[in-house]
Every structure is written in structure tokens, then in C-alpha cells.
């Protein structure tokens, strides 16, 4: 099994920058994918950034591309998103989640549905 625990998040300035971290535990071997996931109050989950080593992709979402940044080891047992230039429009939970099994990812988009693992989740709001 595996345990995701998320760090990171809270308030910030529009124009700031946080960093999110994702640490994995338990039975880590072989991890296919990492995913950050959005959800705005009365909206539905939705991707920000996948990476998967089968589909040898990294997704982001047109919104954050170019802003946010997901970086990983090698393992997948430790990662970050770092968010830049933050906007209100990114305020939302962030989840981080985790899955052994492949990950289909592309330049479209990634399913929340496709992970099985998930952190517990971190507030991020940008406000003035």
C-alpha cells in the first residue's frame, strides 16, 4: 500500500509563488504516475499536472503551462509543484495522487480517475 502526505499551500499575493511537496511511503517500487489535482470551491476536480514514466508525458494544464512546474525523483516517492505568477483563478484544494499501475497521460489531459492513491489535500489561495 501507499501513504501520500502533501505539505506546503496557503495564502498568497497574485503575482506570488508556493511550492507544493508530495512524500510517498510504503510500498513504493515501481510508481507509474504522479498527478496535482485542482478543486475550486463548487467545481469538480480537475488536472493540473500528470507525469507518467509509461507514457513518458508530462501534462499540463493551458492554464498553469508555462507557470507551474512539476518536478520529481526518479522513484516518485518525493514531489513538487511549484506554482509561479499565481493568479486568483489557481485558488483551490490541491491533492496530489499516486499510482503502480500505468497512467495514461498526454498533452490533453490526465483522469483523477485513473489514480488510486491520494494525499489529503492542501489549501492554496491567492488573494490580495
Known amino acids: 500500500q501507499l501513504q501520500v502526505v502533501q505539505s506546503g499551500g496557503g495564502l498568497v499575493q497574485p503575482g506570488g509563488s508556493l511550492i507544493l511537496s508530495c512524500t510517498v511511503s510504503g510500498v513504493t517500487l515501481d510508481i507509474d504516475a504522479v498527478g496535482w489535482f485542482r478543486q475550486a470551491p463548487g467545481k469538480e476536480r480537475e488536472a493540473v499536472s500528470c507525469?507518467?514514466?509509461?507514457?513518458?508525458?508530462?501534462y499540463y494544464d493551458g492554464h498553469v503551462k508555462g507557470r507551474f512546474i512539476l518536478s520529481t525523483d526518479r522513484a516518485k516517492t518525493t514531489t513538487y509543484l511549484t506554482m509561479n505568477h499565481l493568479v486568483p483563478e489557481d485558488t483551490g484544494i490541491y491533492y496530489c495522487a499516486v499510482e503502480h499501475e500505468w497512467v495514461r497521460v498526454t498533452p490533453s489531459g490526465c483522469r483523477h480517475s485513473d489514480f488510486g492513491t491520494w494525499g489529503q489535500g492542501t489549501q492554496v489561495t491567492v488573494s490580495s
Open positions: 507525469i507518467s514514466d509509461k507514457s513518458v508525458t508530462t
